[in-house]
């Protein structure tokens, strides 16, 4: 509920200035991150790339940026894709067009007298903060992936340093990291496309971002992620808001990218309680067109309803022929297809007992947080690392590893939705009981919320 707006001193609201970065897993966390500080009486301003634009939210001032800017090696692809390679670009593409941006924003008169308060702005866009440095407006962080996340890459140049990164053999990748416990080395190897140059950059700009801001705010809760949240409050000097998970603190505000089917939730309803299988990759990881094949017989053999996403560049390479003949006819009745879904909703439906996610963060959070136990195939990036957290940590899923082919799926589900799954199940439920208890009033996400606004609040006008 809104508290009491926060004024500047001639009367008018303050306003906040957000700059998503332009990734689906990026965008939505920032806008409900918006939705909670307008909530709170903030005006709202969102900077964002002009490819990937969010859909408009009434009441807010949208200002897109860099317009015409060639966009084609931005977007990562493939299934072990270049991330870190594409955000460098995205920084060095968008920092001009922000500048001129940013300071047509300053010097128009604001009608309530005073500056913007701060610019929030996603943690891999280092180069927009120094761009807001050098015209004076304060800075704060948002980090969308999870709390372990960022340890690993504040940890990253002193795994450089002991000679350990990049692996200098394939022995060496299962090595434990005793500083990172459950983390192994191969969990910090993020892409295989990416030389470590780049890898290193990219990470350190990251942790740059969190040390020069005035505050760091990440989308998990306490009672999850409450070590590594300590490590971090440690590690960058500055305050430290865990505020998630902010789907569920906000209105629920989001951007789909790609229209998502509804009638899958209609199909969910006629199915038994707890027993579909969701298969969804989030929005930039793919297969081949054999991993395609083996995956669609893995469903089918395990004879288990499931609902999967398929986007519609989801498949890469070439001899992309969809999926095999017979399958359809194969699970008519038990499977359904869509290209994208109202994944939350279908998290929280109650015929969903399973997930078979890649672990993006989002993912990872919205499953935790609807008590749904997961089977993990992380591809890039931070996934690793949060697959790791569900099977070792929080125990509520496992990894399906070793080669994508039909019998190991067929394994992976049955084990899920059949055997193992009821435990994994009970310790999902309680972690959603925590994850409900954090946000309501008094509860540790609500609390850093009055903080985080206190702090925007406090910031010179
Ligand atoms: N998502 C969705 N429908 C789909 C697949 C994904 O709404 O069919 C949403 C999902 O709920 C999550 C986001 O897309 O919020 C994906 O973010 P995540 O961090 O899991 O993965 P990424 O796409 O960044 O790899």
Request: hydrophobic letters at 40%.
């Amino acid at each position: 509920a809104a508290e009491k707006a926060p004024v500047t001193a001639s009367g008018g609201a303050r306003r906040v200035l957000l700059f998503p970065l332009p990734f689906q897993g990026h965008l939505n966390p920032m806008l409900q991150l918006a939705d909670v500080l307008h909530a709170r009486g903030l005006r709202v301003t969102v900077f964002h790339a002009a490819f990937n634009a969010p859909d408009r939210v009434a009441g807010y001032h949208f200002v897109p940026v860099g317009a015409g800017v060639p966009t084609a090696d931005l977007v990562p692809t493939g299934s072990n894709a270049d991330f870190a390679g594409a955000l460098l670009r995205i920084n060095e593409r968008l920092q001009g067009p922000f500048e001129d941006s940013l300071r047509e924003v300053l010097q128009e008169e604001d009608h309530e007298g005073a500056r913007p308060a701060c610019l929030v702005l996603d943690s891999n866009l280092r180069s927009m903060q120094v761009v807001a440095d050098r015209l004076g407006v304060p800075t704060l962080v948002l980090r969308t992936g999870g709390a372990a996340c960022l340890v690993a890459y504040m940890a990253f140049p002193a795994l450089c340093d002991k000679g350990l990164l990049p692996p200098q053999d394939h022995s060496q990748l299962n090595l434990p990291l005793d500083d990172l416990p459950p983390l192994r080395l191969q969990d910090m190897v993020f892409s295989t496309t990416t030389p470590h140059e780049t890898m290193t950059t990219c990470l350190e700009r990251i942790v740059e971002s969190a040390k020069c801001s005035s505050g760091v705010i990440l989308n998990t809760f306490n009672d999850l992620e409450g070590v590594e949240l300590r490590k971090i409050i440690d590690g960058v000097g500055v305050p430290v808001y865990a505020i998630g998970p902010l789907y569920k603190i906000s209105s629920g505000v989001k951007s789909s990218l790609l229209s998502s089917d509804q009638t899958c939730l209609d199909w969910l309803d006629k199915q038994e309680a707890k027993s579909v299988l969701f298969v969804s990759f989030g929005s930039l990881a793919s297969m081949d067109q054999e991993e395609l094949v083996e995956t669609a017989w893995g469903l089918a053999n395990s004879r288990m309803p499931f609902l999967w996403v398929i986007r519609p560049d989801a498949v890469h390479g070439s001899g992309n022929v969809g999926l095999p003949d017979g399958f359809e006819e194969e699970t008519q009745g038990t499977g359904m297809v869509v290209s994208w879904a109202p994944q939350q909703d279908v998290l929280g439906h109650q015929a969903i007992g399973g997930f078979w996610t890649h672990n993006g963060w989002n993912s990872t959070l919205e499953s935790i947080c609807e008590g749904v136990p997961m089977i993990c195939r992380p591809h890039f990036a931070d996934q690793m690392i949060n697959a790791r957290y569900v099977e070792e940590v929080w125990k509520v899923g496992f990894e399906l590893e070793g080669k994508l082919e039909r019998g190991n799926i067929e394994r992976g589900i049955r084990k899920l939705l059949c055997e193992e799954g009821g435990e994994m199940r009970r310790r999902a439920d309680d972690l959603k009981d925590k994850a409900t208890r954090c946000i309501k009033k008094g509860g540790s996400s609500q609390t850093m919320v009055d903080l985080l606004v206190n702090c925007i609040m406090s910031l010179p006008s």
